[in-house]
């Protein structure tokens, strides 16, 4: 699987902005998919996944109620939707796989993408 990541940009705190993150090669179905961050000088930290399925969601404390995953597996593609974005979210984002389930562990992942900068602004 490989995994391209975009979406990423310069937003003021208060924005919004969507990532995407568009899979292709074996076959998106059975796949678990992330998005983990990793700000200057701090650990990737998980953000946000969805299962397989899509009927599954799970969400860092930090972003519930504001950041929204969906995946179109028609399209192979899975989307952040991300609101009310605060200075703090401000990292580079990546996309990820796992096989069949999600992990909030970095370790537990089987493909990643290369990331995309989101930069939020006071």
């Known amino acids: 699987v490989q995994l391209q990541a975009y979406g990423g940009g310069l937003v003021q705190a208060g924005g919004s902005l969507r990532l995407s993150c568009a899979a292709s090669?074996?076959?998106?179905?059975?796949?678990?998919m992330h998005w983990f961050r990793q700000a200057p000088g701090k650990e990737r930290e998980f953000v946000a996944a969805?299962?397989?399925?899509?009927?599954?969601?799970d969400y860092a404390d930090s972003v519930k109620g504001r950041f929204n995953i969906v995946s179109d597996n028609a399209a192979s593609t899975v989307y952040l939707q991300m609101n009310s974005l605060k200075p703090e979210d401000t990292a580079v984002y990546y996309c990820?796989?796992?096989?069949?389930?999600?992990?909030?562990?970095?370790?537990?992942?089987?493909?990643w993408g290369k990331g995309t900068l989101v930069t939020v602004s006071s």
């Open positions: 990820a796989a796992a096989w069949y389930g999600s992990s909030r562990s970095v370790n537990g992942m089987d493909y």
């Open positions: 090669g074996r076959t998106f179905s059975y796949y678990a």
């Open positions: 969805i299962s397989w399925s899509g009927s599954v969601t």
